[in-house]
C-alpha cells in the first residue's frame, strides 16, 4: 500500500529530496510534509530536502 500518493517510499523516509528526489547528495531537514494515508485522514511526516531545494520545500 503507497503511505503517499505522488512521493517514493525514499522521499517519505526522507532518504531522498522532497522535490527532485537527488538521493545521493547532501540531505538536509526541511520541516514536514502531509499526505493523505486515506481520504480524511492526514499523515504528516519529517522530510528532507537537498541545498538546492531546502528553502524551497514547506
Ligand atoms: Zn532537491
Not at 32 to 41: I, K, V, Y
Amino acid at each position: 500500500m503507497p503511505a503517499g500518493a505522488g512521493y517514493a517510499d525514499a522521499q517519505l523516509h526522507a532518504l531522498a529530496c522532497i522535490v527532485c528526489t537527488k538521493d545521493d547528495g547532501e540531505l538536509l531537514p526541511a520541516g514536514h510534509g502531509q499526505t493523505e494515508a486515506r481520504p480524511g485522514e492526514p499523515l504528516t511526516w519529517a522530510v528532507a530536502a537537498c541545498p538546492e531545494h531546502q528553502d524551497g520545500a514547506s
